[in-house]
């Protein structure tokens, strides 16, 4: 019966053998190691104290080790790769958005690296995440995200610790593009669907995310208290946020001609909430119709709204609560578009030119 020993992912050694309790027993007191049932192989630690205790452990055994050998270099199967991606993800309680964007990022990785032995190599990261930044133009949070998923793959699938070593681009700080109130006014006025103005009279009306919108269920509107219920929202956080009297009128306008069950505003087959991607069309049609040039997407209604609070005169802390922010200091982005503290700045160019006459 022999022992076989090969190279892995660099830092890791493969072992493997026909099962054997006596063996498994031995392997055990090998500190680091660990089973890997989809490959069926112990991965160990590639260092000469693993490699002498191997030999200790075994040494009545047939010992095959791939440094009397060609090399034979592990190359992890994608299919594999993702499933095991995939499963970490949602054990760890992540959003099935963060889930589909980490297994995107995951699999142009790999598929940018088919032809490399082994994929996962600081070098060939580093080259893939500067062809993402200078030939792809990829904005720097969507490196970020790409730099996120390679480390999380890294760290809780793999078990590497070279994810320490992957640089992250500076992150870029970016204005958000806001509407002004008669801007918001003529987009929601192009609309003639009940059920499209219903969507995005709460959309601006309460600051809500679109994916926080098209999951909104029936029973999350409290029309005593005039609140908004926001269910798991962003951070797996609840939060309220307020209900306007005139998007409840748009609400019971939409009910009078939609009838729902669960969902309030449910997709084509009714048992489904409508989709993300059917609302930011709503919006954009909306906003060709009303003639803002603007490059604005359905999420700037929520920059306006929080915007438009800002001016009038509403608390900071207040903002952020309604908006779900956990730190203020991503709430304070909006005192930066506030026209209320930019107008009341005199140029200097209007001093000097009132003095001379």
């Known amino acids: 019966m022999s022992i076989k020993l090969e190279k892995g992912q660099p830092g890791h050694l493969l072992l493997s053998f026909d099962y054997d309790e006596e063996k498994i027993n031995k392997i055990k007191t090998i500190p680091g190691r660990k089973w890997d049932a989809d490959i069926k192989k112990w991965i160990l630690p590639d260092n000469k104290n693993t490699i002498d205790k191997i030999r200790k452990l075994f040494s009545h055994f047939e010992f095959i080790d791939y440094r009397e050998q060609t090399a034979s270099v592990y190359k992890p199967n994608e299919d594999i790769l993702i499933e095991k991606l995939d499963r970490e993800l949602k054990l760890r309680g992540f959003s099935q958005k963060t889930i589909k964007s980490y297994i995107g990022h995951i699999r142009r990785f790999l598929e940018h690296n088919r032809n490399e032995e082994y994929p996962l190599k600081k070098e060939l990261i580093e080259k893939y995440l500067l062809d993402l930044l200078e030939t792809k133009n990829g904005s720097h949070s969507y490196v970020n995200q790409a730099v996120s998923a390679i480390k999380f793959t890294l760290k809780n699938v793999n078990n590497d610790d070279m994810d320490i070593m992957i640089k992250r681009p500076k992150k870029e700080r970016k204005l958000p593009e806001v509407l002004s109130k008669d801007e918001v006014l003529n987009i929601l006025n192009a609309l003639d669907n009940k059920k499209h103005r219903a969507i995005l009279f709460m959309v601006y009306s309460a600051g809500l995310r679109v994916g926080e919108v098209v999951r909104l269920k029936i029973t999350d509107i409290d029309p005593d208290r005039m609140l908004i219920h926001i269910v798991q929202g962003k951070g797996k956080k609840d939060r309220y946020t307020t209900l306007s009297e005139i998007a409840l009128t748009e609400l019971r306008n939409y009910a009078k001609e939609y009838k729902s069950e669960t969902w309030l505003f449910p997709g084509q087959n009714n048992k489904e909430f409508i989709t993300e991607r ?51 200091k991503t709430t304070e982005i909006y005192t930066h578009v506030t026209q209320k503290s930019i107008q009341n700045i005199v140029s200097p160019l209007d001093v000097i030119a009132r003095k001379d006459k």
């Open 278 to 328: 059917t609302v930011q069309r709503i919006f954009e049609n909306a906003r060709a119709k009303a003639g803002v040039k603007k490059k604005v997407s359905v999420h700037s209604l929520r920059h306006s709204f929080a915007t438009h609070l800002l001016e009038g005169g509403i608390d900071l802390r207040y903002i952020q609560e309604l908006l779900g922010h956990a730190s203020s």
